[in-house]
């Protein structure tokens, strides 16, 4: 993927995943989204990184937070952006997806933020483009969600620099999630302390150790969140698995909710995140997502920022 992300002189060419991602990289980009977050102050004020730049969502899934966030955040920064509404497009019409890419690039365009169902879908689109664009990753199937990385480790270090004497755990559908496999190369390359891994055994990977060797695994969330500083809590991700496969919701939260009750067996100041859309009562109990301990709009604002550093790094002369 290096090959594909980067050019010979390892600029930035397009964001796939974070696989690969190291330290130092990680931090510039954070840094860089900080950096955004001051001179927009607070977003309140556009900039004009972008201006006569052209940015394209492509969203084949839903999505609130990350599309809302990626035009917001090439606004901001002075691109036009185009939301291409799939729905009323060629697409219905069976044309395939690289003619429709060739088609939108033959108007100009500079980016392409691209949300697909099927794992390794932007990584297809750059490897057929016709010209210059950026493809920046926005989610494809279980593969990776490289900004929501991002914005998940931005949000934890503004709040505790000392990442790495942090314990978190990851507690959900883990098996489904594009969002863990990317936190987990996002916090491990910055180097956390312990990263535990906690769903029932079906929503684990089949080769989760292969695949996740910087961590450990557990099944039994009460054992998995003990001491903790960070949980971050997945949804169950229901349009990519056998429903039949799973307990019923409120099997699912008594065993995998984080419930105050449960919450207290972590650290007193354990942080709370979830990528969202959170179902209240089924991965998380309502009055944890909405108490003091949470983050989960901190990460929804984060995001902005976040994409706006990418979007710089990728089309900024
Ligand atoms: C996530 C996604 O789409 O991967 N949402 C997001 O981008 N914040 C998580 C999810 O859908 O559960």
Same mark, same amino acid.
């Given at each position: 993927?290096?090959?594909?992300?980067?050019?010979?002189?390892?600029?930035?060419?397009?964001?796939?995943t974070l696989d690969?991602?190291?330290?130092?990289?990680?931090?510039?980009?954070?840094?860089?989204?900080?950096?955004?977050?001051?001179?927009?102050?607070?977003?309140?004020?556009?900039?004009?990184?972008?201006?006569?730049?052209?940015?394209?969502?492509?969203?084949?899934e839903?999505?609130?937070?990350t599309?809302?966030?990626?035009?917001?955040?090439?606004?901001?920064?002075?691109?036009?952006?185009?939301?291409?509404?799939?729905?009323?497009?060629?697409?219905?019409?069976?044309?395939?997806?690289?003619?429709?890419?060739?088609?939108?690039?033959?108007?100009?365009?500079?980016?392409?933020?691209?949300r697909?169902a099927?794992s390794?879908?932007?990584?297809?689109? &750059? +490897?057929?483009? @016709?010209? !210059? #664009?950026?493809? $920046?990753n926005?989610g494809d199937g279980n593969h990776a969600h490289p900004?929501q990385g991002?914005?998940d480790?931005?949000?934890?270090?503004?709040?505790?620099?000392?990442?790495?004497?942090?314990?978190v755990v990851i507690c959900g559908d883990i098996r489904h999630s594009r969002v863990a496999r990317s936190d987990v190369h996002a916090l491990?390359?910055?180097?956390?302390?312990?990263l535990r891994l906690c769903a029932p055994?079906n929503l684990l990977p089949e080769?989760a150790?292969?695949e996740f060797?910087?961590c450990?695994f557990?099944?039994?969330?009460?054992?998995?969140?003990?001491?903790?500083?960070?949980a971050i809590m997945l949804r169950l991700q229901k349009e990519r698995m056998?429903?039949?496969?799973i307990?019923?919701?409120?099997?699912y939260?008594?065993?995998y909710?984080?419930?105050? &009750? +449960?919450?207290? @067996?972590? !650290? #007193?100041?354990? $942080?709370?995140m979830h990528p969202g859309p959170i179902n209240?009562?089924v991965e998380i109990?309502?009055?944890?997502?909405?108490?003091?301990?949470?983050?989960?709009?901190?990460?929804?604002?984060?995001?902005?920022?976040?994409?706006?550093?990418?979007?710089?790094?990728?089309?900024?002369?």
């Amino acid at each position: 993927m290096d090959e594909l992300q980067f050019d010979a002189n390892g600029r930035l060419r397009h964001l796939i995943t974070l696989d690969g991602f190291d330290r130092v990289r990680i931090h510039g980009m954070l840094d860089r989204a900080d950096a955004l977050r001051r001179e927009s102050r607070d977003g309140a004020c556009p900039l004009d990184l972008l201006h006569g730049r052209t940015v394209i969502n492509l969203f084949f899934e839903p999505s609130t937070r990350t599309r809302t966030s990626f035009d917001l955040a090439a606004k901001r920064l002075g691109a036009q952006v185009i939301n291409f509404d799939i729905a009323r497009s060629s697409t219905v019409k069976g044309e395939s997806l690289l003619d429709t890419i060739h088609t939108l690039e033959a108007m100009h365009c500079d980016a392409f933020v691209v949300r697909h169902a099927e794992s390794g879908t932007p990584a297809l689109i &750059a +490897r057929n483009l @016709r010209t !210059r #664009a950026a493809v $920046l990753n926005a989610g494809d199937g279980n593969h990776a969600h490289p900004t929501q990385g991002l914005l998940d480790a931005l949000t934890l270090r503004r709040q505790r620099p000392d990442l790495q004497d942090l314990r978190v755990v990851i507690c959900g559908d883990i098996r489904h999630s594009r969002v863990a496999r990317s936190d987990v190369h996002a916090l491990a390359a910055l180097g956390v302390r312990e990263l535990r891994l906690c769903a029932p055994a079906n929503l684990l990977p089949e080769s989760a150790a292969e695949e996740f060797p910087q961590c450990g695994f557990f099944h039994n969330f009460d054992e998995a969140i003990d001491g903790c500083d960070v949980a971050i809590m997945l949804r169950l991700q229901k349009e990519r698995m056998d429903l039949a496969a799973i307990p019923s919701e409120a099997e699912y939260f008594a065993q995998y909710g984080l419930t105050p &009750a +449960r919450l207290k @067996r972590a !650290r #007193a100041d354990c $942080l709370v995140m979830h990528p969202g859309p959170i179902n209240r009562n089924v991965e998380i109990a309502g009055e944890v997502a909405d108490g003091t301990q949470s983050l989960i709009l901190d990460q929804v604002a984060n995001g902005v920022f976040v994409r706006m550093a990418v979007l710089a790094e990728l089309l900024a002369a």
